[in-house]
């Protein structure tokens, strides 16, 4: 073997290692774990009953269906004050400022996800921050609860994503040539029509990667359902939690997570062909 | 070059070996290893004590996952331990010549083993106990003696409880059921935990929020938030000490009674030095400072006698005789009820 090869291979060994012991093996395990199951004398046998309760048992597919709108109208909401924000600092912004900017994006999550959501529920709980300086100033006379709806719950999970929208965005904005608008200007179009036909078709790589990100990242949260959502907030997450954790049954977990692993990408490539794209095109 | 590099990575995984001082890994509660006990459990004996924090779901878990490997003592509850123990095998047998009996108070030692008796072998020796019952603000909620208080609506968006086990438990006592007698009819303890689903569900918008961290409940019952809660007796204690009108109230359905264990890993590495823990813990002088601290009685014979005066008066002001004889400590839990009360769970929790 010449020795360059050699070389490669003592490199390339812990990269292979890593993936096929941490992550290849433990996923064929909970692969195969999904499939066994016991039968009614309590024996291991092999089974799809782990992937029929899913669909057998309402709660079961009502909580994905819910968690899964969820995480689009999430997705839209935080698409929508991430166009304005990102078009803001790439284009409007002095350079200087610009840096400022991304930064101040970036500070919240220098700390962990946990710490800045018990941040928010000091903010707002019942005894909180906000209820205390609306008191104060008389706008309303008895403290309201904002914590634990699904208001409050959506408005967490945009606050935790929203950066993973901003940084394509700014970053497909930056190569818009502003003669573009500038000229679609002279010749008389509106602000809505140079969104339309100029902005928004050049950002779709852009838009179509955040949008992948931010839906995966709220699909596959747990903290923030959980903990500002309160008591009728049940995420699918927290479901394969809860079979691992609460029930025993390692089996229905494992299946419920291939689920959500399966269901996840058949959204996002009905997505792509939907809008007629290729998961290439917006990866590059 | 090459050659000392090698030399200098060999040493270095040869020292990581040996340089270990001897350690004994601890799977608790939170609170149940102060950190003093810690430091002069390690000046008496030289074991360094790690503790990693957990509750009775998560320490099966973790134990299951490496099959009963990675620590050398854990605490589960000991309703919890003979099914786990039948099905997964967890856990070695206790052997109870290595412990000083003299410390245990008798009747509790007795009645652990019993619990975890599985195949002529018991599993566990009793640490703790408390109970389940209310946290009541008795300025914002007076006269409040029964579970029905979690779903009575004069309470509207004032009460928290956790969604677990317990809680279905209470809400089974509290609509007149006895759910440990249907233990064993599992057709029958569906139908209880089908009407216990509907009843929670309906109370859904009287519950605040079903609370799981037990610092964040005590602080929502502290800023008045929160008048009725269920939650354990020591909690309910300690937010007395600040405040005189909240306290704990045990149930006119009968407090629900847990024991606190303790139970050796099937394969623990340093077991002698869990044996050591165990004997240490459970002596006069330091269970009684676990006791004034945390507010938890242990099964330590002559704890009482070391333990502070405002912590004593807690036992007596919530637990008189008649309240001790109408608790209903927890029997062991047969396998097959976790996955339907799981299901239980998952329903109320998905409700709107």
Wanted: charged fraction near 20%; include cysteine.
């Amino acid at each position: 073997m010449p020795r360059s090869r050699m070389v490669f291979w003592i490199f390339f060994a812990p990269v292979i290692m890593w993936l096929m012991l941490l992550i290849v093996l433990p996923l064929c395990d909970l692969l195969t774990m999904s499939f066994r199951g016991e039968n009614d004398y309590g024996d291991m046998v092999w089974t799809l009953q782990n992937y029929i309760n899913f669909f057998d048992e309402p709660i079961y597919w009502l909580t994905f269906v819910r968690t899964c709108l969820y995480a689009v109208v999430t997705t839209v909401i935080v698409f929508l004050l991430s166009m304005p924000v990102s078009f803001y600092i790439a284009k409007l912004a002095r350079a200087r400022v610009q840096g400022a900017l991304m930064i101040m994006l970036l500070l919240p999550f220098w700390v962990s996800e946990l710490v800045r959501i018990y941040g928010w529920m000091i903010l707002l709980r019942e005894s909180g921050v906000l209820n205390f300086f609306m008191l104060k100033i008389g706008l309303i006379n008895k403290p309201i609860e904002m914590l634990y709806n699904d208001a409050t719950m959506i408005m967490g999970l945009v606050y935790t994503s929203m950066l993973f929208m901003v940084v394509p965005l700014v970053s497909v904005m930056e190569s818009l040539d502003d003669s573009l608008i500038e000229a679609a200007h002279d010749l008389g179009a509106g602000q809505w029509t140079i969104w339309r036909t100029i902005i928004i078709p050049h950002c779709k790589p852009g838009i179509t990667s955040g949008s992948i990100v931010v839906f995966m990242l709220v699909l596959g949260n747990y903290l923030t359902p959980n903990l500002m959502g309160g008591k009728n907030s049940l995420w699918f997450t927290e479901q394969i939690y809860n079979q691992f954790i609460a029930s025993f049954n390692w089996n229905q977990g494992s299946a419920f997570g291939f689920l959500l692993l399966v269901l996840s990408s058949l959204i996002i490539w009905s997505g792509l062909k939907l809008t007629r794209q290729k998961l290439g095109e917006v990866a590059s | 070059m090459k050659r000392i590099l090698v030399f200098a990575l060999l040493t270095v995984f040869a020292l990581a070996g040996t340089a270990q001082a001897e350690t004994l890994k601890l799977l608790t509660w939170k609170g149940y290893a102060p950190q003093e006990l810690i430091d002069t459990f390690e000046k008496e004996t030289g074991i360094k004590v790690e503790v990693t924090f957990s509750n009775n779901e998560e320490m099966i878990a973790k134990l299951r996952a490496t099959r009963g490997a990675g620590f050398d003592l854990a605490q589960p509850s000991q309703d919890r331990i003979s099914y786990v123990q039948k099905k997964y095998k967890l856990y070695q047998a206790m052997d109870y010549s290595k412990l000083d009996s003299s410390l245990f108070i008798p009747s509790m030692l007795s009645a652990v083993k019993a619990n975890t008796l599985v195949k002529d072998q018991s599993y566990a020796a009793p640490f703790c106990w408390g109970t389940s019952g209310l946290i009541v603000n008795n300025d914002k909620a007076p006269g409040v003696d029964s579970f029905k208080a979690l779903i009575d609506p004069k309470y509207k968006g004032r009460v928290s409880y956790r969604l677990k086990r317990p809680t279905l438990i209470a809400i089974g006592f509290a609509l007149g059921y006895d759910p440990y007698a249907l233990y064993d009819k599992p057709k029958e303890y569906k139908a209880m935990l089908d009407k216990i689903a509907e009843t929670l569900i309906e109370a859904k918008p009287i519950v605040k929020n079903y609370w799981a961290n037990g610092d964040s409940l005590l602080e929502s019952m502290r800023s008045g938030e929160v008048f009725v809660a269920m939650a354990w007796d020591a909690g309910g204690w300690k937010l007395h000490h600040d405040n005189k009108a909240i306290d704990f109230k045990a149930p006119k359905e009968g407090a629900l009674g847990w024991i606190d264990t303790f139970a050796i890993p099937a394969k623990a590495k340093n077991v002698e030095a869990a044996y050591k823990w165990i004997n240490f813990m459970m002596k006069p002088e330091n269970s009684g400072y676990f006791s004034s601290k945390e507010k938890y009685a242990t099964a330590s014979a002559d704890a009482l006698k070391f333990t502070e005066k405002a912590v004593a008066d807690n036992f007596a002001r919530s637990f008189p005789q008649e309240v001790i004889n109408n608790i209903k400590w927890y029997p062991p839990v047969p396998a097959k009820l976790e996955s339907m009360e799981g299901k239980t769970l998952d329903k109320i929790k998905a409700a709107n």
